[in-house]
């Protein structure tokens, strides 16, 4: 699978005076000329835009909390900190190894 559009991610409003707003939601918002057009979405709130335009910071936030602060049973080494697991299985289904 292929790596998912780079941020910053903008979700930006167009079609004004409809009844629901309307967002365009743009990948490498910071590309200018060759930002990326990933999708439309009608009907969303002002927070799901926020999020969804935060999936790829949120993604970088989870990498570094995934890899860092580990607990060891000191016999096998490995983690059981479920906050850690649980964040790189999230990771792995996003980076499509699940």
Known sequence: MSAFTPGPWL?????TGKQTPCYELIGDADAGPDEVYLAEFDGATEADRR??????ELVDVLRVMANSHRRNDGATGQCHCMAHEDARALLARIDGED
């Not at 979700?11 to 079609?15: M, N, P, Q, S, T």
């Open 51 to 56: 999020l969804i335009a935060a999936a790829p």
């Open 11 to 15: 979700a930006r409003e167009y079609g």
